[in-house]
């Protein structure tokens, strides 16, 4: 028998209306290109999300069709999200610091049919127009006075494409399953794959996050996402944020200036903040040296990389800040786990609490977890086993966009294989303890070392060569390219370093190159990389 409840659809539009009718006043602070300090409401925020679902619908465009945004964090970003999403397209977010090449792929991948871009990506976006000809023009997130001389085809400013729209606009009603926003990871082998979200899963995520033991986001909540709108909805914070109503300060393309980060956070009384460890340090550092201390900000979520002891201690000790470790993925929307202290582990001593602050978190309800060993066996959550990481969720992929079936990432029972193996221990509390797969995460953005490894073993001295990620302090991992000379053949690290140069994003050039005799294999002839990243364990790269 069926419940007699209403089936109403979770779609991204309803977080629009809520946050509209009962937040109007709520502020939303950005910086930008053309305004150092932009200051409006979330009210005015999705009238101009209206303005912007008229002109899309003007553009000719089918439910469905993707949208691109090349842009760093802000109010037209934001807008953007929900104009996009909630007339029934999919915002489609780019990363803009991969290579030209990788971002033809996926423009093409995805068959954007129109692009959003900060005027500050147009020079890159001008030299690729000619391998992207399916896109039919380019919305430039800028007024009119601040728009760049192009040669990018029907291109326009934002504020020109929305002027003369209409700010009513019926937000239309469809499946809540069809896709809202769209974002590739190169954080598995090969090609980067595509990401497909939908509203539901969404809509969820934004619930599940928004948690008392998971972000714990509140209407009382000053939100400062450090991480990019264009990397995983950035955490899915504007839609967790719009469904509560809490202020939101964006730092525009000042994401990795401590000194700006700071001046926000203490100017809009920012109680929570979001990011990768590398953003943290720069802050940390920046507040070091000019003798500044955090006054208003609460908690700060990092994630997205194993977050260092050393840095929970100064949040905590210095700034009096809760650091809440988070573990997820882009396949996950991206929550998995929250640190968050069990009723159990409030009077614990500080130094054992901090034990458990450097695990990953636990589980938060929608994202069901199991670690198994190589046999796919089911081990148990004791904190001694570790093991391959499935998850399985409402907010956690079924595939990848048009790989449907071939992708070979999830098990035969429907659980997703996450790449990371880890322990559990017996409160829940996940630590992530290596990776299967052949990654390497820098400053929290992926580098393909297979792709760096078939640009290496082209130069004609290389007989194989292998590259790892070892720690960096500022990076949490760089590369290390391991080298096997062809016999008779000799090229130095300086040789090969140039080689690379130009032919993959000049921050993919590994820090350093080892020479070695031979690299260890599997049966099946792969490269052994655990084994490897265990014997350069201890290397330290020139750099750290
Ligand atoms: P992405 O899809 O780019 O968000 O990256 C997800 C991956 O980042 C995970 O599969 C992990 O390998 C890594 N990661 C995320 N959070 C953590 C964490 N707290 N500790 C260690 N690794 C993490």
């Known amino acids: 028998m069926h419940g007699l409840m209403m089936d109403t659809p979770l779609l991204i539009s309803w977080i629009a209306r809520h946050a509209e009718r009962n937040f109007p006043n709520r ?3 950005s910086i930008t290109m053309d305004n150092p300090s932009h200051r409006y409401t979330i009210g005015e925020c999705i009238q101009r ?8 619908d003007r553009l000719g465009l089918s439910r469905g069709d993707r949208i691109a945004t090349l842009a760093w964090n802000d109010y037209r970003h934001l807008e953007a999200y929900y104009a996009i999403g909630g007339a029934g397209y999919v915002c489609h977010t780019i990363n803009p610091r991969l290579f030209p090449e990788q971002i033809v792929f996926i423009v093409n991948h995805a068959e954007d049919k129109w692009v959003m871009t900060d005027p500050l990506f147009v020079p890159l976006l001008e030299k690729i127009a000619g391998s992207t000809p399916n896109v039919a023009g380019y919305i430039v997130m800028t007024d009119d006075a601040h728009m760049p001389k192009t040669t990018l085809r029907n291109a326009i400013s934002y504020e020109a494409l929305i002027a003369d729209e209409s700010d009513s606009y019926d937000w239309p009603d469809f499946d809540e399953r069809e896709a809202v926003a769209l974002c590739y990871t190169s954080g598995t082998t090969g090609n980067p794959k595509g990401v497909l979200y939908s509203h539901r899963s969404q809509v969820l995520h934004a619930y599940g996050s928004a948690m008392a033991d998971a972000l714990g986001l509140s209407n009382r909540d000053t939100m400062l996402p450090v991480v990019p709108l264009f990397h ?17 300060v964006f730092p525009g393309p000042k994401m990795g200036d401590g000194e700006t980060l700071y001046r926000l956070m203490e100017a809009e009384k920012v109680t929570i903040a979001a990011g990768v460890p590398t953003v943290w340090l720069g802050l940390l550092q920046y507040m070091d040296k000019a003798g500044k201390r955090l006054t208003t900000v609460e908690r700060t979520v990092i994630g997205g990389a194993a977050v260092p002891e050393s840095m929970i201690r100064a949040f905590r000790d210095k700034h009096d800040v809760v650091v809440m470790q988070g573990w997820g993925m882009t396949e996950m929307s991206p929550l998995g786990t929250v640190n968050s202290l069990k009723a159990s582990q409030l009077d614990l001593s500080p130094d054992e609490i901090i034990k458990i602050r450097v695990k990953a978190g636990r589980g938060i309800f929608g994202v069901e977890m199991r670690i198994v060993d190589d046999e796919q066996n089911e081990l148990p959550w004791d904190g001694d086993k570790a093991g391959a990481l499935q998850v399985r969720g409402p907010w956690v992929c079924s595939d990848y966009f048009k790989l449907e079936g071939s992708a070979g990432s999830h098990t035969g029972d429907g659980w997703f294989e996450t790449g990371d193996v880890a322990k559990i221990d017996p409160d829940g509390f996940l630590q992530i303890t290596d990776r299967t797969k052949d990654v390497i995460k820098s400053g929290g953005e992926w580098i393909s070392s297979i792709d760096v490894e078939n640009v290496a073993v082209g130069h004609p001295a290389v007989a194989e060569a292998a590259v790892i990620g070892v720690a960096h302090p500022k990076w949490t991992e760089r590369p290390l390219l391991v080298i096997v000379r062809k016999e008779g053949e000799d090229v130095s690290r300086d040789e090969l370093l140039a080689w690379l140069d130009g032919k993959i994003a000049s921050w993919w050039i590994p820090d350093d190159v080892v020479f070695v005799d031979d690299i260890p294999h599997t049966a099946t002839g792969k490269i052994k990389k655990i084994e490897l990243r265990k014997q350069f364990a201890d290397y330290r790269l020139p750099t750290a």
């Open 27 to 29: 502020e939303i602070v």
């Open 49 to 56: 999300a209206r303005k912007l679902a008229n002109a899309l």
């Open 232 to 248: 995983v909805n950035a955490w899915g914070v504007p839609y967790a944020a719009l469904m509560v109503g809490a202020k939101l």
